[in-house]
């Protein structure tokens, strides 16, 4: 038999939750994406914590090669120590220079007066061997 609104005696409307099978049935659904939801938020908590102790391990090294490059800098010399220790080390170069310049120069007069010298010495000798 049929009821006034069209539908056979016993039945339920599709989506109502008024049938106890309906109920179990929506109850079901919920409680699957209650479980779902479960899931994606230990998912989620776990690729947190993996990403986040990755990070701090990757903050840790970045730390570590920030605190040697800071060691390497202060090993490093000023522009104004390096500049001044230059200017010093090229004035004794310049002195050095200068040196050799006079010692050369005393040195070939030194040997012109030897040269000279023998030249005389030689000249004399010949002159005694000629007067006798």
């Known amino acids: 038999m049929t009821e006034p609104t069209g539908r056979a005696k016993g ?48 903050l840790g090294r970045m730390n570590e090669f920030r605190e040697a490059m800071k060691d390497q800098a202060s090993t490093y010399v000023s522009r104004d120590v390096l500049e001044g220790r230059l200017s010093i080390l090229d004035r004794e170069i310049d002195e050095l220079k200068t040196f050799r310049s006079e010692h050369k120069g005393a040195a070939s007069v030194l040997m012109v007066a030897i040269t000279l010298a023998i030249a005389v010495v030689s000249l004399v000798a010949s002159i005694v061997a000629m007067v006798q």
């Open 11 to 58: 039945q339920t409307m599709p989506g109502s939750c008024n049938s106890i099978a309906m109920r179990e049935y929506c109850e079901e659904k919920m409680a699957h994406l209650a479980d779902r939801v479960e899931l994606q938020f230990k998912a989620i908590d776990t690729a947190y914590e993996k990403a986040s102790a990755i990070l701090d391990e990757r």
